[in-house]
């Protein structure tokens, strides 16, 4: 199976060296876990369930690995690298998120602000629904993507104002506050006020805010109709056979997941956050900090980050799915650890993937294998 490397040594300080490090070779290397790498990814690759993975590791300040397996294109059979571009569906909302705490920072956007101070024409049936709700998921406000009558339409390339007019047409799941239920309507319209209040469009603010500052220059919202080197193709599987994954929209997604990613970018991502890089250290802590409920009870969820744990370790995960493809970003902060998986397959789990690599790479830091 042909694969690409790159793996280096050193802390990312800095936004200069991130950019540095876009541009330097990429040498091969001798780390002894890289052929554990290997074996356990190309372990999944012979279950059949995806035709590529792509993996990024970062542990701690001496090992960065990027490695793509399998293959990106069945059809003209393309292997998958480390370069490769990936459909990362709701990672997405991680940038979402970001560009709102950056508005806060600038004063621009309050967490407790009512929507409707931004989006005066949507219609909340009454409820005071905060900018925290929809960046936690606790609005109750339905998720489209859950609603029969956007699937019919999930081909077509919805305006703003007939997506919302679909989201509008249901009842509220719960009153804001009340419960956590996941909602990508919370995250497409902290998009659409992102762009009332930054005057550009989402993709464009992602490209100038956050992309470009951190070097991320094969990251931007996924274009259809746009030439993108190296980009992985989604497939399905039925019947033991594969077949190119069913054509959607790739508007609709906007920003609750409508962006393209590399393994590489969402390692210099992941750096960013934990070193304070793209937002302040009291931005960052919101991030990771578990919503509350109107009861006091607290919930899994942070702003576009899920707090887990695993083998007692804590552990800060989303992952993403569109048709075509999966994705997963995890980030241990006692190992220093970062995982990202990127498949362009809907039947692959590369939450399994990133699970079985984070208890291998746990085990040998701990010297127990």
């Known amino acids: 199976m042909r694969h690409t490397t ?8 800095s936004v200069a060296f991130i950019l540095s490090w876009a541009c330097a070779p990429q040498p091969q290397d001798t780390h002894p876990l890289v052929s554990r790498i290997d074996s356990v990814v190309e372990m999944f690759l012979e279950k059949g369930e995806a035709p ?38 709701s990672l997405t909302k991680q940038f979402t998120a970001t560009a709102v705490l ?37 609005s109750g406000v ?26 509008e047409e249901e009842p509220f799941d719960f009153l804001p506050g009340e419960a956590l239920r ?5 995250y497409y319209l902290l998009g659409m006020i992102i762009e009332a209040v930054s005057g550009q469009s989402y993709a464009e603010y992602l490209e100038e805010h956050i992309f470009r500052p951190l070097g991320m220059e094969r990251s931007a919202y996924c274009s259809v109709e746009a030439i993108v080197p190296n980009r992985a ?28 990613s590399t393994v590489g970018d969402l390692l210099k991502w992941q750096n960013a956050l934990s070193q304070h890089l793209i937002l302040n250290e009291d931005s960052s ?22 707090i887990t744990e695993f083998d007692g370790y804590q552990k800060y995960a989303f992952r993403g799915g569109i048709t075509g493809f999966g994705s997963a970003l995890t980030f241990t902060p006692e190992l220093g650890l970062t995982i990202a998986v990127l498949t362009n397959s ?13 208890r291998m790479i746990a085990e040998w830091t701990t010297g127990e294998t």
């Open 6 to 13: 790159s793996v280096i040594g050193g802390i990312l300080p």
């Open 52 to 89: 590529s993975y792509a993996v990024g590791i970062r542990l701690g300040e001496d090992f960065v690995f990027t490695r793509g397996y399998g293959l990106a294109d069945l059809e003209h059979q393309v292997s998958a690298t480390h370069q490769s571009v990936y459909r990362i569906a």
């Open 102 to 138: 950056q508005l806060v920072e600038r004063g621009l956007i309050g967490l407790e602000d009512d929507v409707r101070e931004y989006l005066p024409d949507l219609s909340t049936r009454g409820h005071h629904v905060t900018i925290h709700h929809l960046l936690t998921h606790t």
């Open 142 to 167: 339905p998720s489209y993507t859950g609603l029969s009558a956007f699937e019919e339409r999930v081909r077509l390339d919805l305006s703003h104002d007939a997506l919302v007019d679909l989201i």
């Open 182 to 186: 996941y909602s990508n309507s919370g």
């Open 233 to 260: 193709k989604g497939y399905s599987r039925e019947d033991q056979e594969w077949s190119n994954a069913e054509a959607i929209s790739m508007v609709n997604p906007f920003a609750a997941g409508g962006v393209c």
């Open 285 to 306: 802590r919101k991030m990771t900090q578990r919503a509350t409920l109107n009861d006091g009870s607290e919930t899994p969820y942070g702003y576009g980050i899920v």
């Open 346 to 358: 809907d039947q692959a789990d590369p939450v399994e993937l990133e699970v079985t690599l984070a």
